[in-house]
């Protein structure tokens, strides 16, 4: 397979090759325009020296001094054919011949130019064919010399009066031949070295031009590699490569945030997934501890405890207990798996204040011997008064489940910033950094164990969490190991809260909504 050049050589080669072409094109025309010139003028200097050797050669037709001539013109006839050395004296350096029109020479002959040497004759044709007409008929033409290498340019002429004789006047080309090689060598010197130097600056500026195609070569090959942070380093929109840089960046940019959202959409489905096959271990777990119970007591019915009053009314009151903590597991999975489907929450405008102030009276009633510190402002936010209740149940219950007995708690309603915030502090063990981050996880326990001693199946926080986000607020929780707990709710307060604030605001205190529980 024939290997293609690379861009910078194809843009070297064609500048190269045009300027090249436009060199020679000049040079040759150069060449010719001189050339024309000088033979030219050696034709017109030809011309001259004709007439002055005619006037030599002839001298009946123009009379000059020393020749004898009728008074009609040409030749007399008593004279012969005349001596060239007048005619070599008014043409010095000129070839002269004179020819009969058989090609018979009566006369030939040349003088050194001034100062210079005899040169040798040119090699004239035998016969030399002249053009119809009836006047002057002339021609011009260029042959070698007879030795050395020179050439002549040559004037051939019959003149109307004189027509039984050719007259030929011949001129050495050797300063022309000079004068055009002397051009043609300075004008292949000076070619050569303008391509040269058309090349180097050429190379210097396809490559200062390239310059950020490399670039943009080098970060595509880091992109390849995996590294999707390189961008075009330069790229501006005053040169087509730096538009391209532009457009590169752009592209990259939106490559990148879809192979991070991808990334990121991945790693969530492998959550998700490890979080279903836990969350289906649990459950399982959490289901087979029942539902074993009732085997159990449905195996002590069958051997005869409906003969014994006492068997049969642990029987039944053991099934009953473990049915309904089955019926509160699936309730709450039931809750949970309604959440994650998105299903709507009833949207009401609930007095959150009343709905913690009824949870905090319950819970006193239930563990009468915990200290309760309560201060609630009022705020309204909407939602599902029966939800938001038993997230509130459920923070007190995990305060009774994880901290000692009469161990105190702090309940805090405040508005702020257009939210509700709701925090429930107490002042058991705490949690470590790693437990805190797993609080809201369903079926999490901190005792690797599993063990039940601590109550629940692990649900609480996690309903929490999602009821919470499911009404549009957060969920969190702040812990130091040894000083206790608090678990924060944020909740946006309903529009009609913030329009009509005269009608709800006002801090709803332990003394004047709550019995004393300190």
Known sequence: MRRRLSLRARLILGVITLAAVGLVAADFATYSELRSFLMNRTDRSLATAHFAVRGALLPGFHRPA??????????APTQRT???????AAAPGEYVQLRLLDGRILRAGSAPRLGGPRLPAPALPTHITLPAGSGERFRYFTVAATSGGGRYRVRASIDPQAKKYILIVASPLNDVDSTLQRLLRTASIVTAVVLLGIALLGLWVVRLGLRPLEAIGATASKIAAGDLTQRVARAEDRTEVGRLGLALNGMLGQIESAARAREASLRALEASERKLRRFVADASHELRTPLAAVRAYAELFTRGAADRPADLKRSMSGIRRESERMSVLVDDLLLLARLDEGRPLARDAVPLHEVVAEAVETAHAVDPARPVDAELDAAVVLGDRDRLRQVVDNLLA????????????????????????LEVTDSGPGMAPEEASHAFERFYR???????ASGGAGL?????????????GTASVSSTPGEGATFRIELPLAPDDESHPDEIRGPVTESSRLPDYR
């Open 460 to 472: 609480g926080l996690s309903i929490v969490a999602a009821v919470t986000e499911a009404h549009g």
């Open 398 to 421: 995990n305060v009774r489940a994880h901290t000692p007995e009469g161990a105190p708690m702090r309940i805090r309603l405040r508005k702020l910033d257009g939210g509700a915030e």
């Open 66 to 75: 020393g020749f004898g001539a009728n008074p009609q013109g040409g030749i």
């Open 446 to 452: 901190a005792d690797p164990t599993r063990s039940r």
């Open 82 to 88: 005349p001596d060239l050395r007048p005619l070599i």
